[in-house]
């Protein structure tokens, strides 16, 4: 089944595709058209101007715009339409401001976003409608230094270390954060107020709200995996804004970015290629194809989750603000088990990875809902020893792996540069080790 995807921008703009078959899904997607139900609540240009001086160059406004109508897409668009209950194929319609330019980045595009999402992805692009009253800048009280360093910051471990490495070298760092539905915006809000007490006003909160409205309660994608590929292009718009560095850090360790199926049932759903090597240089080609000059950093690809936090410029302030951070993939979960909501729930790969992690380095920790190193009892509910069975298993193999075998299993979430896919298959080995000797003591 087709999906097509028509995202209109602004209240001048009507447009339909003219599409004939009737086995075809179709789906409306809207900005600045007002609310409805096919709106996407956002706030990106009111942000940007708010924090910054002047706006991003209309490729990256195009570019924020596009990774919108993907997101909704991706988000509203259930997978179980499909053939083989996974891959959609989908075409998404979408105006820009130099349509030659973005018709001769199409291929980069679409192979960015099959990529990332397990999809396949077709652009139409027409000419935006200029809005009557274009968004403007407003000029700040106190501009933002040209050295302004900006950095994704999710609320999580690594772009909190991110966060604190950038801001020991003296810069003012724009911290650009993104959030929906959810308790997302709270841990940010909680992690940049501890920040802020330690570094003050060179900590720059850039913070984007983009959720595209469900029609209907259960319906929807719940996988999101394009939701990278917006949180880069916001990050590249606030980058772009502000044309100090032309560059954006984007801090996450690289056990995580090769996110390795722990076993063969985990392809599809669980490999996710948010931060992927090759998800990055295909996002980077994309970006050369669109004139857009802005450097993508990865400070932690060659580390695990505790080397990156051992190895941070300012120990004392991570060991503070750390159990503030969130990195359980369903932090939610524990209202129904009766248990306060915002928590890590103890027992999903985020949880097993970053337990480890603060272990290697030393570090305290937040509060878990189960403690895998105590809890075995508590593991025969349904769900809840899934993921450290997979741990189990993947530990088991890799002692028994040869070399070949260990850079085979790296490849098999995504292409690797030659010159580097032995280093990667490195840091994937020293994670696993990491989280061998967490599960090693348990009683």
């Known amino acids: 089944m087709t999906w097509h995807v028509t995202l209109r921008i602004g209240q001048g703009d009507t447009y339909s595709p003219d599409v004939q078959a009737n086995d075809v899904g179709r789906l409306l997607v809207t900005l600045e058209q007002g609310e409805s139900s096919q709106a996407i609540r956002q706030n990106a240009l009111v942000e940007i101007g708010k924090v910054i001086d002047r706006l991003p160059g209309e490729p990256s406004l195009d570019l924020l715009s596009v990774a919108m109508g993907v997101f909704a897409a991706d988000l509203r668009i259930p997978r179980k339409h499909a053939h083989d209950r996974w891959r959609r194929h989908i075409v998404l319609h979408t105006p820009v401001r130099d349509v030659a330019t973005w018709e001769a980045a199409a291929s980069a595009l679409a192979e960015t976003l099959d990529f990332l999402t397990g999809d396949t992805w077709e652009l139409c692009f027409r000419k935006l409608i200029p809005a009557a009253t274009e968004a403007k800048a407003r000029p700040r009280a106190t501009p933002l230094p040209t050295e302004t360093e900006v950095a994704l910051f999710s609320g999580g471990l690594d772009s909190l270390v991110g966060a604190i490495d950038l801001l020991e070298t003296g810069a ?29 006003e060179r900590a720059v909160p850039i913070m ?16 999101m995996r394009s939701r990278s590929f917006l949180f880069l292009a916001m990050g590249v718009a606030a980058a772009d804004a502000l044309n100090a560095t032309r560059r954006l850090t984007v801090s996450e360790n690289g056990f995580i970015s090769l996110n390795v199926p722990l076993t063969p049932s985990r392809m599809g759903t669980l ?11 295909l996002f980077r080609r994309l970006l050369g194809a669109l004139s857009i000059d802005i450097a993508i950093a990865l400070p932690g690809l060659f580390l695990t989750k505790g080397e990156l936090l051992a190895n941070t410029k300012n120990s004392a302030v991570l060991r503070s603000i750390a159990p503030l951070s969130m990195s359980c993939s369903h932090p939610e979960h524990g209202r129904f088990a009766g248990k306060k909501p915002g ?43 899934s993921d450290l069975r997979a741990f189990e298993i993947a530990l088991a193999r890799h002692r028994e792996s040869s070399a070949r075998t260990k850079l085979a299993a790296v490849l098999g979430n995504g292409p690797l540069g030659p010159d580097e896919a032995g280093a990667h298959a490195d840091v994937y080995a020293r994670g696993l080790d990491e989280i061998r000797r967490f599960l090693d003591t348990r009683v």
């Not at 993104?178 to 915006?185: L, R």
């Not at 841990?187 to 107020?193: A, F, H, S």
């Not at 490999?271 to 240089?281: A, G």
């Open 172 to 200: 003012t760092v724009a911290l650009v954060g993104h959030h929906g539905a959810g308790i997302t915006n709270s841990v940010q809000q909680n992690v940049l107020t501890a920040v802020k007490e330690h570094y003050g």
């Open 343 to 385: 928590n890590h729930c103890g027992y999903c790969v985020p949880c097993i990875v970053r337990r480890a992690s603060m272990v290697a380095a030393g570090l305290p920790d937040a509060e878990y809902d189960l403690d895998l190193l105590t809890a075995s009892g508590a593991l025969t509910e349904k769900g809840t020893r």
């Open 208 to 223: 984007f709200h983009a959720q595209p409205r469900k029609t209907h309660k259960e319906e929807g994608e719940q996988t």
């Open 271 to 281: 490999s996710t290629r948010t931060t992927h090597p090759h998800f990055v240089d």
